[in-house]
T-cell receptor
Framework: DGGITQSPKYLFRKEGQNVTLSCEQN?????MYWYRQDPGQGLRLIYY???????QKGDIAEGYSVSREKKESFPLTVTSAQKNPTAFYLC?????????FGPGTRLTVT | KQEVTQIPAALSVPEGENLVLNCSFT??????LQWFRQDPGKGLTSLLL?????REQTSGRLNASLDKSSGRSTLYIAASQPGDSATYLC??????????FGTGTRLKVLA
């Protein structure tokens, strides 16, 4: 089955801790993305990567970091510098200019 | 700066009704437009992709149109069913990588 997996589905962390969200795809897509979704707002781009070992900041990159060591994987780290990290995080990939999304990770920081 | 707007934000219709969801964008220089469906607490599911050179795309009971010159797209849902209840989002692709999303229309189809 081709698709995008994100884990875990729910994540709880204490304030001040870094946390890493996993995203894996087996669609053989070059481009991968991380978005944040908050209630009543559209999707906001955090980071994107068009190719292995290269990535660019999106509109709200502060307090986040990523790596792209393998084509299939694009993990997102939410650092303690992110002021309001509680949100729903969505990973996506694109091939032929069409985006596909994973099931999302809901992060709650208290 | 590209802005994507979806109106209305929420819509309730009785089962069986045909309905139209709207998406407007401010800059016509788009590569394509994609419609998605999102169920509560889930990821986005791609419904239809319209290339900038196309006028419409159809899949089952769904038909999406694109008018670049007026900055508009519509998603037509025929014979709506309770299972169509979800949030529908549109997104335009600028350049080679940047997708700009609308805030969505929350649809409820009443049985």
């Amino acid at each position: 089955d081709g698709g995008i997996t994100q884990s875990p589905k729910y994540l709880f962390r204490k304030e001040g801790q870094n946390v890493t969200l996993s995203c894996e795809q087996n669609l053989n897509h070059d481009a991968m993305y991380w978005y944040r979704q908050d209630p009543g707002q559209g999707l906001r781009l955090i980071y994107y990567s068009q190719i292995v070992n290269d990535f660019q900041k999106g509109d709200i990159a502060e307090g986040y970091s990523v790596s792209r060591e393998k084509k299939e994987s694009f993990p997102l780290t939410v650092t303690s510098a992110q002021k309001n990290p509680t949100a729903f995080y969505l990973c996506a990939s694109s091939g032929s200019r069409e985006q596909y999304f994973g099931p999302g990770t809901r992060l709650t920081v208290t | 700066k590209q802005e994507v707007t979806q109106i209305p934000a929420a819509l309730s219709v009785p089962e069986g009704e045909n309905l139209v969801l709207n998406c407007s964008f401010t800059d016509s220089a788009i590569y394509n437009l994609q419609w998605f469906r999102q169920d509560p607490g889930k990821g986005l599911t791609s419904l239809l992709l319209i290339q900038s050179s196309q006028r419409e795309q159809t899949s089952g009971r769904l038909n999406a149109s694109l008018d670049k010159s007026s900055g508009r797209s519509t998603l037509y849902i025929a014979a709506s069913q309770p299972g169509d209840s979800a949030t529908y989002l549109c997104a335009v692709l600028e350049g080679t990588y940047k997708y700009i999303f609308g805030t969505g229309t929350r649809l409820k189809v009443l049985a």
